[in-house]
């Protein structure tokens, strides 16, 4: 069974450009999860898509934006482009099930490092 | 605020010395408690959820615990191999969807 798959594994931008990420989830999760990670933040929450609409959003600027695709793929964009935005973004993908009030566990991909100069 | 802190930030072991990770956790309602392992260049891997306290799980040489204001991962006779970044998540009960609060995590290395 194929994992989370994201694309690209490693890249590099300059201030002011803008950057889309992408992210596969496992076969049949309809829920896909992104987070931002840093050395001194740790993991932080960006949006989570499920259905091709964002039902949750973490504590980021406008600049940070997503959406999901009706296949449950989903991207990520970061417009002008900051130092500060220089990470590992992460996209998780999860098997939601209707009506049950447990915990969902992520499964993640391996990131998409980014590097701003 | 809901907040997860983790102690402490790096722990050196000899191979075979048994140990415990902390995490606090400050959640207005809890709807479980995770542990993911995370290796260099990798994402994080599910190793536990916790949903209440008093609860365990175990997996080889780890076991997880949970109280009502903290977690523990307990590492018996640790080997080189179970050298990674640990990483423990709370997921607010009333939270719409899926949305962890991480602790920065335990970067745990285990020498032969």
């Known amino acids: 069974k194929a994992g989370v798959t994201q694309t690209p594994r490693y890249l590099i931008k300059t201030r002011g450009q803008q950057v889309t990420l992408s992210c596969s989830p496992i076969?049949?999760?309809?829920?896909v999860s992104w987070y931002q990670q840093t050395p001194g933040q740790g993991l932080q929450f960006l949006f989570e898509?499920?259905?091709?609409?964002?039902?949750n959003k973490g504590n980021f600027p406008g600049r940070f934006s997503g959406r999901q695709f009706s296949n449950s793929r989903s991207e990520m964009n970061v417009s002008t482009l900051e130092l500060g935005d220089s990470a590992l973004y992460l996209c998780?993908?999860?098997?939601?099930?209707?009506?049950?009030?447990?915990?969902?566990?992520?499964?993640f991909g391996a990131g998409s490092r980014l590097t701003v100069l | 605020e809901d907040q997860v802190t983790q102690s402490p930030e790096a722990l050196r072991l000899q191979e075979g010395e048994s140990s415990s990770l902390n995490c606090s956790y400050t959640v207005s309602g809890l709807r479980g408690l995770f542990w993911y392992r995370q290796d260099p260049g990798k994402g994080p891997e599910f190793l536990f959820t916790?949903?209440?306290a008093g609860e365990e799980k175990e997996k080889e040489r780890l076991k997880a615990t949970l109280t009502k204001k903290e977690s523990f991962l307990h590492i018996t006779a640790p080997k080189p191999e179970d050298s990674a970044t640990y990483l423990c998540a709370a997921e607010h009960l009333n939270q719409a969807g899926t949305a962890l609060i991480f602790g920065k995590g335990t970067t745990l290395s285990v020498s032969s």
């Open positions: 898509y499920f259905s091709e609409t964002q039902r």
């Open positions: 916790l949903y209440s």
């Open positions: 076969s049949g999760h309809r829920s």
């Open positions: 998780a993908s999860s098997l939601v099930i209707q009506g049950s009030s447990g915990a969902n566990v992520l499964t």
